[in-house]
């Protein structure tokens, strides 16, 4: 069974930094892209990030380009996001997603951790 | 950016009806769309991808249909489970973007 554990949201005032992490299991964590999508309060989906199986490979949303840093870590198989330089709206659940085999769209979902920017 | 439209943006329907959504893309996608159903406080779940394609344990209730820049989603037999907010999502290109979504109420 896939599963797909996100952790490390929290409360952060702006400016600040957090880690987020999502830890994988159930399948080959090695041979999927893996996506970072998020939802703000009330609001629709919307993704954000997406890194190759290697880890070599990467890209972002323009509004979080050079502020979000996506790696994994195969060998745990654990998918991070760095979030820094943090602005009010990027205040969200985020969402670890694996990519479907087929390519590009998310086919497995955690159940995303909030990060929540405020002063 | 491809934006994509859904509606309606609610809908109420009664158990046993016929539900249809739509979604359109702002240009052609070919056949790269995929469904999603959310609940509240809940992970996104993958119902269709490809346009048509099933995902795998999804009730045979559910279809889509579509190409080029105009899709459906199609509830055949609304049941209560049904109650959720579902979203399109294209895949042609990046950045991915997902439609406003459709919230279904059960009357």
Request: net charge positive; aromatic share 12%.
């Amino acid at each position: 069974e896939v599963q797909l554990v996100e952790s490390g949201g929290g409360l952060v005032q702006p400016g600040g930094s957090l880690r987020l992490s999502c830890a994988a299991s159930g399948f080959t964590f090695t041979n999927y892209w893996m996506h970072w999508v998020r939802q703000a309060p009330g609001k629709g989906l919307a993704w954000v990030s997406r890194v190759n199986g290697i880890g070599s490979r990467t890209s972002y949303i323009e509004s979080v380009q050079g502020r979000f840093t996506i790696s994994r870590d195969n060998a745990k198989n654990m998918l991070y996001l760095q979030l820094n330089s943090l602005r009010a709206d990027d205040t969200a659940v985020y969402f670890c997603a694996r990519d479907g085999a087929d390519g590009n769209y998310p086919d497995y979902w955690g159940q995303g951790t909030l990060v929540a920017v405020s002063s | 950016d491809i934006q994509m439209t859904q509606s309606p943006s609610a809908l109420s329907a009664s158990v046993g009806d016929r539900v249809t959504i739509t979604c359109r893309a702002s240009q052609s996608i070919n056949s790269w769309l995929a469904w999603y159903q959310q609940k509240p406080g809940k992970a996104p779940k993958l119902l269709i991808y490809t346009a048509s394609n099933l995902h795998s344990g999804v009730p045979s209730r559910f279809s889509g249909s579509g190409s080029g820049t105009v899709f459906t989603l199609t509830i055949s037999t609304l049941q209560p489970d049904d109650s959720a907010t579902y979203y399109c999502q294209h895949y042609k290109s990046y950045p991915l973007t997902f439609g406003g979504g459709t919230k279904v109420e059960i009357k």
